[in-house]
């Protein structure tokens, strides 16, 4: 095998683009201030490169640079959002209603928020992915003050119809929260337009260095409060409290900036791309199906599965040189099948058969050709041992087999 690496794992954490890293050099060392440093020129500098920064990403979706709150990144800025409406306004209510594909950064804060007191509803997803809005509208109480809908599913690639949920929200009066992290920076993304009113996402997924991530907090119609969930300083207008990591947010900023003009040439070129690795995967290899609605999707983002073969297995076939990922990444220590897809009503045969392909800025046409042919040789290996793909071949009804227990 030759020393190829192909990095198709673009959802899990993008690389550092180049010319960010570039951006945020000078903030190590030669900028070293405190930007909360009011009384030197080291700090106004610092604190100039934050300003510039938090301009540089509300630009990207269209906000207020005051509505920018920096974090450690997307899973800090859900619990901040999550916990903090909920302690900021559990006396006019106490009722959270969230999706059951949501990241698990979404989804412990709510079972955290249930053990101080609240009720949350998980609503279940159509097979495609997408929320059921006449089941999200049936799920408001007078008791609900949070609807918390991700933007783009990490293991799909699935959009959500943030307009339609922001009209629903905005009639019942209730807020809406947004997990932006897969959306931002790759697709357009404007919360207020649509009426999102608090919206999480992070530098890492979006060619920025690890480690900082941003929470959208509209200032007027509504202006949402929350409780502090880290106590200090009171940085961050008293919401996030902690010595700002200026060359984080230098590079965010500049990330922010690279995105604002790329986005459209990058998901232009990817779509193109990943639907070549899609129809050629599929033409390749029968049983093979795509997970999640394909008209509502991330243009980088393709989520597989191959009938009868088991996808870590699948994954030890190619994994020196291509990177994807079964299931999230963040669930992957563990044997469970992905229960996004699960929520898709996929058999747990099915959902461990998947594989996510997740392209990137840097993915290359070349790349593609490798992995299709990479990926399909993999699956006929595994298929060419598989007792399960011999009787599927000799026509045998696997439902009708009585599996033996062990
Ligand atoms: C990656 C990711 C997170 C967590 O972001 P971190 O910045 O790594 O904490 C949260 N939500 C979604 C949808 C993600 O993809």
Same mark, same amino acid.
């Given at each position: 095998?030759? +020393?190829?690496?192909?990095?198709?794992? @673009?959802?899990?954490?993008?690389?550092?683009?180049?010319?960010?890293?570039?951006?945020?050099?000078?903030? $190590?060392?030669?900028?070293?201030? %405190?930007?909360?440093?009011?009384?030197?020129? &080291?700090?106004?500098?610092?604190?100039?490169?934050?300003?510039?920064?938090?301009?540089?990403?509300?630009?990207?979706?269209?906000?207020?640079?005051?509505?920018?709150?920096?974090?450690?990144?997307?899973?800090?800025?859900? #619990?901040?959002?999550?916990?903090?409406? $909920?302690?900021?306004?559990?006396?006019?209510?106490?009722?959270?209603?969230? !999706?059951?594909? +949501?990241?698990?950064?979404?989804?412990?804060?709510?079972?955290?928020?249930?053990?101080?007191?609240?009720?949350?509803?998980?609503?279940?997803?159509?097979?495609?992915?997408?929320?059921? !809005?006449?089941?999200?509208?049936?799920?408001?109480?007078?008791?609900?003050?949070?609807?918390?809908?991700?933007?783009?599913? %990490?293991?799909?690639?699935?959009?959500?119809?943030?307009?339609?949920?922001?009209?629903?929200?905005?009639?019942?009066?209730?807020? !809406?929260?947004?997990?932006?992290?897969?959306?931002?920076?790759?697709?357009?993304?404007?919360?207020?337009?649509?009426?999102?009113?608090?919206?999480?996402?992070?530098?890492?997924?979006?060619?920025?260095?690890?480690?900082?991530?941003?929470?959208?907090?509209?200032?007027?119609?509504?202006?949402?409060?929350?409780?502090?969930?880290?106590?200090?300083?009171?940085?961050?207008?008293?919401?996030?409290?902690?010595?700002?990591?200026?060359?984080?947010?230098?590079?965010?900023?500049?990330?922010?900036?690279?995105?604002?003009?790329?986005?459209?040439?990058?998901?232009?070129?990817?779509?193109?791309?990943?639907?070549?690795?899609?129809?050629?995967?599929?033409?390749?290899?029968?049983?093979?199906?795509?997970?999640?609605?394909?008209?509502?999707?991330?243009?980088?983002?393709? #989520?597989?599965? &191959?009938?009868?073969?088991?996808?870590?297995? !699948?994954?030890?076939?190619?994994?020196? @040189?291509?990177?994807?990922?079964?299931?999230?990444?963040?669930?992957?220590?563990?044997?469970?099948?992905?229960?996004?897809?699960?929520?898709?009503?996929?058999?747990?045969?099915?959902?461990?058969?998947?594989?996510? &392909?997740?392209?990137?800025?840097?993915?290359?046409?070349?790349?593609?050709?490798?992995?299709?042919?990479?990926?399909?040789?993999?699956? @006929?290996?595994?298929?060419?041992?598989?007792?399960?793909? +011999?009787?599927?071949?000799?026509?045998?009804?696997?439902?009708?087999?009585?599996?033996?227990?062990?």
């Amino acid at each position: 095998m030759s +020393e190829r690496l192909i990095y198709l794992d @673009n959802n899990s954490t993008t690389p550092t683009d180049p010319r960010v890293v570039e951006a945020m050099l000078p903030y $190590f060392y030669d900028v070293p201030g %405190n930007a909360a440093s009011r009384n030197h020129p &080291f700090g106004w500098k610092a604190e100039e490169a934050v300003d510039y920064a938090r301009e540089q990403v509300a630009k990207l979706i269209d906000v207020e640079a005051k509505e920018v709150i920096f974090t450690s990144g997307a899973t800090e800025s859900d #619990n901040l959002a999550l916990k903090g409406v $909920f302690e900021m306004y559990q006396r006019k209510g106490n009722h959270i209603i969230t !999706l059951k594909t +949501e990241h698990k950064a979404v989804l412990d804060s709510c079972q955290k928020i249930e053990k101080m007191g609240g009720q949350v509803t998980y609503l279940d997803v159509n097979n495609d992915g997408l929320v059921d !809005l006449e089941k999200l509208e049936a799920a408001i109480t007078d008791k609900t003050i949070l609807v918390s809908v991700m933007w783009a599913n %990490n293991e799909t690639g699935v959009i959500q119809p943030m307009k339609e949920i922001g009209e629903i929200c905005a009639r019942k009066g209730v807020l !809406l929260m947004s997990d932006a992290t897969q959306a931002v920076g790759k697709i357009e993304v404007h919360p207020k337009e649509v009426g999102v009113h608090i919206m999480a996402f992070s530098s890492h997924k979006m060619y920025g260095p690890k480690g900082i991530g941003a929470l959208y907090v509209s200032r007027k119609n509504p202006r949402v409060k929350l409780t502090a969930q880290m106590d200090g300083g009171g940085h961050e207008r008293g919401m996030r409290s902690g010595t700002l990591n200026v060359p984080g947010i230098v590079g965010f900023g500049k990330a922010a900036e690279i995105a604002r003009l790329e986005m459209k040439s990058d998901a232009e070129r990817l779509s193109a791309l990943r639907d070549k690795l899609e129809t050629g995967l599929l033409n390749n290899l029968e049983e093979s199906v795509v997970n999640g609605n394909i008209n509502h999707r991330m243009p980088h983002v393709t #989520n597989i599965s &191959f009938k009868h073969v088991e996808g870590e297995g !699948l994954m030890m076939t190619f994994n020196q @040189n291509i990177a994807v990922s079964s299931g999230s990444a963040c669930t992957s220590a563990s044997l469970e099948p992905s229960y996004v897809l699960v929520a898709l009503g996929l058999g747990d045969d099915l959902a461990h058969s998947s594989i996510r &392909f997740s392209l990137g800025r840097f993915t290359t046409d070349d790349e593609i050709d490798y992995a299709i042919d990479a990926v399909t040789k993999g699956v @006929n290996h595994m298929r060419d041992l598989s007792p399960i793909w +011999e009787m599927y071949k000799e026509g045998i009804d696997l439902n009708s087999v009585i599996w033996q227990e062990h």
